[in-house]
């Protein structure tokens, strides 16, 4: 009971509810306990790939704040909010409605490393507070940019009015936000428009670095374009290494645990790290990494390393001038 379990979290769940969910679903299912994390937050209105970790993949949990996402986001023009998402108060409008083919020549100018100032409505911290908690208690939060790298943005041509993807099960697209968080405006769905027809909306996927507010991207696009605008639909397609196809809905979570078979639906430790080469190990190299000491005379590349005692995990080490040393180790 050692990886990842990959959540499709849906619409309104926090992160930290998510992990909850686990915790829960392991209760039931008479799993016992085990240190449960996630890998990044998620927007209660974004819907998608939430990695959490179990029991010693807790380790690893903040290498995935460090991966790069994939995400698909409706930016509807018109109407900007204090949250930038469905579920703010309306701060600005604006008549003004771009064409397919301005949105296709804006995008270049938010594509690779760009400055953003990120959400007054954030996790982030000002003076040891959240910014969201000074936000909502009507304080001027103003945050300072950041340079984060944007490595593609791309238009979904079938959805470029904005028209709102389905889903009915654990897998597919996010549905749009039910009645109750409604966005301002909602686009009807139809084919790809003509390059000079007016957008109310347009559905974008982007390919983004660590610390990447895709709400502050939509702001700013829309801003670029003359007019404001604020994202209706927000869906994770990928966080590090971890896709949709990987994930599972609450509702087969909980019918897993029940039926004692979620261990079918835990991805190994090793799954974190895919972008890592292995290290074979000797059992007495195992040994001494165990105990925290470095092996030396080690004939390996510079870089970091899964490191394996034929198929057990022992660390994740870092290989310098022939020396390794553990980064994290696991107690498998």
Avoid: C
């Avoid at 409706?74 to 064409?99: K, N």
């Avoid at 939060?141 to 959805?159: D, G, K």
């Avoid at 909980?254 to 190990?281: C, H, Q, V």
Wanted: net charge negative; charged share 20%; hydrophobic share 40%.
């Amino acid at each position: 009971m050692h990886g990842w379990i990959i959540l499709d979290k849906p619409l309104g769940l926090g992160s930290t509810q998510g992990v909850s969910a686990v915790k829960r679903a392991l209760r039931e299912g008479g799993y016992g306990k085990y240190k449960v994390g996630h890998g990044g937050t998620l927007d209660p209105l974004a819907t998608g790939v939430l990695p959490i970790a179990l029991g010693e993949a807790t380790k690893l949990a903040g290498r995935m704040l460090d991966s790069d996402k994939l995400y698909d986001f409706t930016l509807t023009f018109g109407v900007q909010t204090d949250t930038l998402d469905v579920e703010g108060s309306e701060v600005a409008r604006s008549d003004v409605r771009p064409t397919l083919a301005q949105v296709e020549a804006m995008l270049p100018r938010f594509t690779g490393p760009i400055e953003q100032v990120p959400p007054a409505y954030s996790a982030l911290k000002v003076d040891g507070a959240r910014a969201y908690d000074l936000a909502r208690a009507g304080e001027d939060v103003v945050l300072a940019s950041r340079s984060v790298t944007i490595h593609t943005l791309q238009i979904l041509p079938e959805l470029a009015r904005g028209g709102g993807p389905s889903r009915s099960d654990g897998g597919g697209v996010a549905a749009q936000p039910p009645s109750s968080t409604a966005p301002l405006h909602q686009p009807a769905a139809g084919p790809p428009p003509h390059s000079g027809e007016e957008l109310e909306a347009i559905t974008l996927r982007a390919h983004v670095s660590k610390g990447t507010y895709i709400r502050s991207l939509a702001r700013d696009i829309a801003h670029a374009l003359g007019t404001v605008g604020h994202v209706t639909m927000l869906r994770r397609i990928k966080a590090g290494p971890f896709t949709l196809d990987q994930a599972i809905s609450l509702d087969k979570l909980n019918e897993a645990a029940k039926g004692r078979t979620l261990e079918d639906y835990i991805l190994p430790l090793r799954a974190g790290l895919d972008d890592i080469p292995a290290l074979s190990l000797t059992p007495d190299q195992a040994g001494l990494l165990r105990k925290g000491q470095v092996l030396a005379g080690t004939a390996v590349d510079d870089g970091q390393y899964f490191a394996l005692l034929e198929e057990t995990p022992v660390a994740l080490v870092e290989a310098q001038a022939g020396l390794v040393r553990v980064v994290r180790g696991f107690n498998l």
